[in-house]
C-alpha cells in the first residue's frame, strides 16, 4: 500500500540535513510563518488521532517513521515545488504528517488487524468518515476523511492497512487539505490509497 518507502525514508533524512544546516537563513526569511505548534496543541486539533501501531508490536522500532511537522513540512514543499507548483501551497496548510510502517508475522496479523478494527470504530463514533473500506484476501484497508466545520476542506486523513506485503501501516495527515489535493499528498508520499482515490476520481467523470 505504500511502495516507496525508501524514497520517504531518504527525503526525511536529506531534509533534515538541509534544514540543520540552512536554519539561519529559513529564519530569516520564515519570520512572517506560524510558530511551531507543541504536542499538545497537535493532538488537541480535529484531525489528530491517536493511535499507536507500536502497541501492537511489543513496541519494537517501526521498519519506516516519519514524524514532520511544520514548519518543517512548509520546507518540504518549497523542495518539492519542481515537482508540482502547487505543493508549497498545500505544504503550508498542514500541521502533522505521521508515518508509521512495520513488518507483520503471521502471529501479529490479528492483533494489528484488531487494533485498526477498533480505531476504525473511534474514527465513526467521532463524525470521520470513511471512504474506503477493504476486507479482501486478507487485507484490511481503511481511508477516513475529517471534514472540516464549513465543509470547504479537510481537516485530516487517516489511512490504516494491515496485510498487504506483511506490512501494516499508519498515516495521520493533519492540517486543512482541500480535496483535489488529497491526490497529490498520495502522491508525494507513495500512499496508494490516496493517490488511487484520485484516479477514480478521473474515471467516474469521464
Known sequence: MMSGHRRVLLAAIFLTAVWATSATAADKADKA??????EQEIRALPGFIDVDFARA????????????????????????EHEDPELPAVFANLRLVRVQVYEVTDDEFAKAASMTSDAARKLDAAGWER????????????????PSTDNEALDGIVVMVVGEDNEAVFVNVVGRIHP???????????????????????????
Open 33 to 38: 510563518k506560524p510558530r511551531s505548534l507543541t
Open 57 to 80: 508490536f511489543g513496541n519494537r522500532e517501526a521498519k519506516v517513521e516519519v514524524n514532520l511537522k511544520s514548519p518543517m513540512l512548509e520546507l518540504v514543499g518549497k523542495f518539492a
Open 131 to 146: 471512504v474506503v473500506r477493504v476486507r479482501e484476501d486478507g487485507d484490511f484497508v481503511d481511508v477516513y476523511f475529517k
Open 180 to 206: 483535489e489535493d488529497v491526490h497529490r499528498l498520495g502522491e508525494h508520499f507513495d500512499i496508494d490509497a490516496l493517490d488511487s482515490l484520485h484516479a477514480d476520481h478521473k474515471r467516474s467523470r469521464r
